[in-house]
Nanobody, 124 residues
């Protein structure tokens, strides 16, 4: 059973940077064998795909964050990161990391393993 542990909540001002971490427990080098993604969910809205990194190292991004967010991984630490630059108030949401072992999908319904979610607030 894979368990995902996310970093603590963050409060930043607009244009600032924040990095999220997601550490996987339940096996060695598991980040090498799954597709890992970040999603976010604002109040009253659906859970939206942000970025993914596949077992091959290939990355995907939503248009809304392309060029501002970067997903990376450290397989030795079983950890996936989301570097968020030039943050905007509309980036305020609960951020989730997730993992899947099948064909890559941007749909949250395809993911079996989820972190607990961490609040990111962008406000002046």
């Amino acid at each position: 059973q894979v368990q995902l542990q996310e970093s603590v909540p963050g409060l930043v001002k607009p244009s600032q940077t924040l990095s999220l971490t997601c550490t996987a427990f339940g096996g060695s080098n598991i980040t090498s064998y799954y597709a890992w993604s970040w999603f976010r969910q604002a109040p009253g809205k659906e859970r939206d795909f942000l970025a993914a990194i596949l077992w091959s190292g290939t990355t995907y991004y939503a248009d809304s964050v392309k060029g501002r967010f970067t997903i990376t991984r450290d397989t030795a630490k079983n950890t996936v990161y989301l570097q968020m630059n030039s943050l905007k108030p509309e980036d305020t949401a609960v951020y989730y990391c997730a993992a899947q072992s099948g064909v890559f999908s941007r749909s949250a319904r395809s993911y079996v393993y989820w972190g607990q979610g961490t609040q990111v607030t962008v406000s002046s």
